[in-house]
């Protein structure tokens, strides 16, 4: 039942995420804007230019806010990445990923911990 479950989710979060491709293209574009606008206001001496480039990042933002179908394409890829994730058993964490070991040290610890329980 789990995996029906978790199919259904990632048959839902596909068609969104398939269905908001423009406005995904449209928040990228946006986001383009909104960075250049805010790298060329940080770099321009002049205020002319800076009244300039903190209007291009104001649209850039405006254009964004426009375009939030394609806030739900983020969820919908993330749930995507979520199911595939649970499908395959692997733990879903946020927090930074353990670095494994080659040095034997390291090894012997873990296996006499395991063989001391």
């Known amino acids: 039942m789990k995996k029906f479950g978790l ?7 596909g068609i969104v995420a398939l269905a908001s491709l423009g406005s995904l293209l449209g928040l990228g574009v946006s986001a383009l804007i909104v960075f250049a606008g ?3 206001y940080l770099k321009s001496e ?16 405006l254009t964004a806010v426009s375009n939030v179908p394609g806030f739900f394409g983020i969820l ?3 749930a ?4 595939v994730k ?14 494994k070991s080659d040095d034997p040290f390291v090894n012997f610890e873990k296996q006499w911990n395991e063989l001391s329980k």
């Open 7 to 13: 199919l259904v989710l990632g048959i839902t979060a």
């Open 38 to 40: 805010i790298h060329f």
């Open 46 to 61: 002049s205020t002319f230019l800076k009244i300039i480039w903190a209007i291009v990042g104001i649209i850039g933002l």
């Open 76 to 78: 919908a890829i993330v």
């Open 80 to 83: 995507i990445w979520y199911v």
């Open 86 to 99: 649970k499908w395959n058993n692997e733990s879903v964490s946020f927090s930074t990923p353990t670095v």
